[in-house]
């Protein structure tokens, strides 16, 4: 059974950096492209980053680009998220996403990033 | 970047009724590269429609894709209490940027 769990979300002030994880179990992680989508609290999705299947092509959001950095470790089966100079909107919680056909076929339950000082 | 602007925002209707949602598209939408998402609150999403048609995995066949271009419809042909929930469509036409809808929420009357 595919599982997707995030960790690494937690309180951060303005401008602090953290770190995502995804660990992924379940089937082979290196066979499949992996997003980050987020949700601010009350609203819609929000694609965030993508990451093709051995980490050498990757995609931002505009708001993101040149904050965020998206990787993985295959022999670890891990995605992960370096967030720096965090901003008040970046306050969300951050799914990982498998990538099939394109779509979103399983996702983790999230974490829930806050961005306050 | 391609816009999806879904309709109604809220739509109340009662179990056994038909369920329609849109989800309209700034720009043509290739390959009809368009999926739905259902998501219930505290949950992940669940991936429901791709390829504007095509159901997912698991999927009841009361839910129904259709649509090309710019215009595209979910529809739910007979309510079940746990279809209510907020339905997001998002276009994966255009590699550089993945984008979704705003959400259109599904409630009970």
């Known amino acids: 059974e595919v599982h997707l769990v995030e960790s690494g979300g937690g309180l951060v002030q303005p401008g602090g950096s953290l770190r995502l994880s995804c660990a992924a179990t379940g089937f082979t992680f290196s066979d499949y492209w992996m997003h980050w989508v987020r949700q601010a609290p009350g609203k819609g999705l929000v694609w965030v980053s993508r990451i093709d299947k051995d980490g050498s092509s990757t995609r931002y959001e505009d708001s993101v680009r040149g904050r965020f950095t998206i990787s993985r470790d295959n022999a670890k089966n891990t995605l992960y998220l370096q967030m720096n100079s965090l901003r008040a909107e970046d306050t969300a919680v951050y799914f990982c996403?498998?990538?099939?056909?394109?779509?979103?076929?399983?996702w983790g339950q999230g974490t829930l990033v806050t961005v306050s000082s | 970047e391609i816009v999806l602007t879904q309709s109604p925002a809220t739509l109340s209707l009662s179990p056994g009724e038909r369920a329609t949602l849109s989800c309209g598209t700034s720009q043509s939408v290739s390959n009809n590269y368009l999926a739905w998402y259902q998501q219930k609150p505290g949950l992940a999403p669940r991936l429901l429609i791709y390829?504007?048609?095509t159901r997912a995995t698991g999927i009841p066949d009361r839910f129904s894709g259709s649509g090309s271009g710019t215009d595209f419809t979910l529809t739910i042909s007979r309510l079940e209490p746990e279809d209510f929930a907020v339905y997001y469509c998002?276009?994966?036409?255009?590699?550089?940027?993945?984008?979704f809808g705003q959400g259109t929420r599904l409630e009970i009357k």
């Open positions: 996403a498998r990538v099939a056909h394109w779509v979103n076929d399983y």
């Open positions: 390829d504007a048609s």
């Open positions: 998002q276009q994966y036409a255009s590699s550089l940027a993945i984008t």
